[in-house]
């Protein structure tokens, strides 16, 4: 926990900020000038350094992979990526030294300058559909409903994968359709290609569909 | 607006010390719910201590700065209002002191 620079200093300041109303609580002092110089400290500037330095915290923690997964509904594709035994293009990617710890927002996260807020706003979108459809939704059927509610871009692995390097280009499959992975037509994620990234949720698809469960298509958080 | 208004004029009757306990309260349950989002940091404290958090702490912080603006005009007011009777004072002393001659 104290690790995070941010973090603690963000713990500190409201630890001093709390010491200083229960003094004023428990003390009574009279409120002269020293009083209201040391409440502007315990009211005003500490609780704004905890709140500076809390919201950049708090947005560090809202990308790394086990916040994604603290919903039940996520916890499988969480659990997926962070396995050493999974091969899924998920977990291949988790077990990247630069990004492998948020994962889940280095593949899904908006690409834009506005990629980020357009990125927190969907949050909030997934935030309300937990909250009121599918909390108490088993995982399996939660697996077997709920899609991607935009196909995945190609833009999110170009990130990376430039398409223009010449390993990339020793592949003929790459060189052969390279204008369509650059234009999204065909996607990286497929199923043929490098995908899908979520093999077991595929897997609670087909088995749905094979006992005749319709997946309701409108639902797509 | 006549809301706003309504509450400032109670608020001006209250006293300088409930104002700031009102504050200091709205401050501990504003860093209780981020110190909350910074030990678990899952969705449901994040979302309050961005939230609800920066509401209670920024309210605490603006009734603060209110009940001193308040006690500073006050103290102003009553100096100006003493300083006004010293002056009356003065002036009536030296009426008293002319008027037998």
């Known amino acids: 926990m104290f690790s995070d620079p941010f973090k603690t200093f963000a713990i500190g300041c409201a630890l001093l900020s709390t010491l200083l109303l229960l003094w004023f609580f428990i003390r009574k002092p009279a409120l002269n000038r020293a009083t209201k110089i040391v409440l502007l400290f315990g009211i005003g500037i500490l609780p704004i350094g905890t709140a500076g330095t809390g919201n950049i915290a708090g947005y560090h923690a809202t990308k790394e992979t086990q916040f994604c997964g603290s919903c039940h509904v996520m916890t499988p594709y969480a659990a997926d990526s962070t396995s050493l035994e999974s091969t899924s293009l998920a977990a291949r990617h988790a077990r990247n030294g630069a990004f492998g710890h948020e994962n889940c927002y280095a593949c899904h996260a908006d690409y834009g300058m506005f990629g980020t807020i357009t990125t927190k706003i969907g949050g909030m979108r997934h935030v309300y559909e937990y909250l009121f459809h599918y909390r108490d939704t088993p995982d399996e059927e939660f697996q077997a409903e709920v899609e991607i509610r935009n196909p995945f871009r190609n833009d999110s692995c170009m990130r990376c994968h430039s398409t223009r390097n010449p390993l990339f280009n020793k592949i003929g499959d790459h060189v052969s359709t390279q204008a369509d992975i650059r234009s999204g037509k065909t996607s990286c994620a497929s199923e043929g290609c490098h995908g899908p990234a979520h093999p077991f949720s595929k897997e609670a698809k087909k088995r749905a569909k094979a006992v005749g469960a319709t997946p309701q298509a409108e639902v797509k958080p | ?101």
């Open chain 2, 1 to 101: 607006m006549k809301i706003v208004a309504k509450v400032v004029a109670r608020a001006k009757r209250v006293h300088m010390t409930t104002l700031v306990r009102i504050s200091a309260v709205f401050t501990i349950l504003g860093l209780v719910l981020m110190v909350w989002s910074l030990l678990v940091p899952t969705p449901l404290p994040v979302m309050l201590a961005m939230s609800l958090g920066q509401a209670f702490g920024t309210s605490a912080f603006m009734l603060y700065l209110f009940a001193i603006f308040i006690d500073q005009r006050r103290g102003r007011r009553a100096r100006r209002e003493s300083q006004q009777n010293l002056q009356a004072e003065a002036e009536r002393a030296l009426r008293d002191r002319e008027e037998p001659a």
